[in-house]
Nanobody
């Protein structure tokens, strides 16, 4: 059974940094895309970044390009999201998700993913 466990959330001031982790288990880690999503109260869940674990193919939402970096540690079956220059509008619950395979021409949306973690809260104060 696929399990995704997020960690690393917290509260920071604007301009600060956080690194989120998503530990994956229960499936063959390779050949899956893992993604980060976020959802603020009253808003839809939106994609932040994704990575295809077999080839390091990455996508980013325009709102985080240049500030966030997604990476992985294959030995630990873990994907990271390094978030720099955080803004109050980055505040949300952040979720990790997994889907088999990858998409060549676009970042996967929440409808493409099959498995989800429980989330970790990120709060950025002005």
């Amino acid at each position: 059974q696929v399990q995704l466990v997020e960690s690393g959330g917290g509260s920071v001031q604007a301009g600060g940094s956080l690194r989120l982790s998503c530990a994956a288990s229960g499936y063959t880690y390779a050949r899956y895309t893992l993604g980060w999503f976020r959802q603020a109260p009253g808003k839809e869940r939106e994609g932040v970044a994704s990575i295809y674990t077999s080839r390091d193919i990455t996508y980013y939402a325009d709102s985080v390009k240049g500030r966030f970096t997604i990476s992985q540690d294959n030995a630990k079956n873990t994907v990271y999201l390094l978030m720099n220059s955080l803004k109050p509008e980055d505040s949300a619950m952040y979720y990790c998700a997994a889907m088999r395979g990858f998409l060549r021409d676009r970042m996967p949306t929440r409808h493409d993913y099959n498995y989800w973690g429980q989330g970790t809260q990120v709060t950025v104060s002005a």
